[in-house]
């Protein structure tokens, strides 16, 4: 059962969120949040495997509280979904160096929202449609390092180098596979010591370094990543 809780500052949103949980036999709705103040207690409360995370709110706003959440050994293990929109970029971009898991657009719909809920609470993954796709990567081109020297790449193999790459394109597990002509288990391995190598939280994570270190040139590949 994965449980979830969502912070949203329109109470219809939340309404409709909860109900859209409710209905799910694997989903377990575990409470709901207006502030990001709100938000961090909650997380410290429920212990929510995910969070449905809005941006803008009263108190505290949706980067912080993702910041605050993630880097609380407390809750830590909560991942963060943000609910964004198009016009939403610099806080959306803020919100994933700050630990967010993945981003949604809020007019999503109602199936897709369930599934990133599950890919998100599997921790295999950033859920990126192309327009995620689009969007990181204009933040990654507009918005400065501010969370200190980048990582070292130096301790990585030349193959660990071109699956990091893979991943800031966007590709799959399975589509690195097949671009670097290894096995899909090869592939996810991978993708696992990338995480420890480089202490990333998931995915999204590396997607950040790759820009952030110039191994994938700003403005050009797309980042976001998949299953």
Do not use: W
């Amino acid at each position: 059962m994965i449980r979830v809780a969502v912070v949203d500052d329109h109470p219809l949103v939340r309404v409709g969120f909860g109900v859209l949980i409710r209905s799910c036999e694997d989903l377990e709705f575990v409470g709901e949040a207006a502030t990001g103040t709100g938000a961090v207690e909650l997380a410290r409360l429920e212990h929510p495997d995910v969070m449905l995370m809005d941006v803008r709110m009263p108190e505290l706003n949706g980067i912080d509280a993702t910041r605050r959440i993630t880097t609380d050994p407390a809750t830590a293990s909560t991942r963060v979904l943000v609910l964004t929109t198009f016009d939403l970029d610099e806080y959306a971009y803020g919100a994933l160096r700050a630990g967010a898991s993945g981003f949604l657009l809020k007019d999503t719909a109602p199936e897709e929202l369930l599934d990133a809920i599950r890919v998100i609470a599997g921790g295999d993954s950033l859920l990126a449609p192309t327009t995620t796709r689009r969007l990181i990567a204009e933040f990654v081109r507009r918005v400065p390092a501010d969370n200190g020297p980048p990582p070292d790449l130096a301790q990585l193999t030349d193959r660990e180098t071109e699956v990091l790459v893979a991943v800031a394109r966007g590709s799959s597990n399975v589509e690195i596979a097949a671009e670097l002509f290894m096995s899909y288990a090869t592939a996810k391995t991978h993708v696992s010591r990338l995480l420890t190598k480089l202490d990333a939280r998931d995915r999204a994570q590396l997607v950040v370094i790759a820009y952030e270190t110039g191994l994938v040139q700003r403005g050009g590949n797309r980042p976001g990543t998949g299953g």
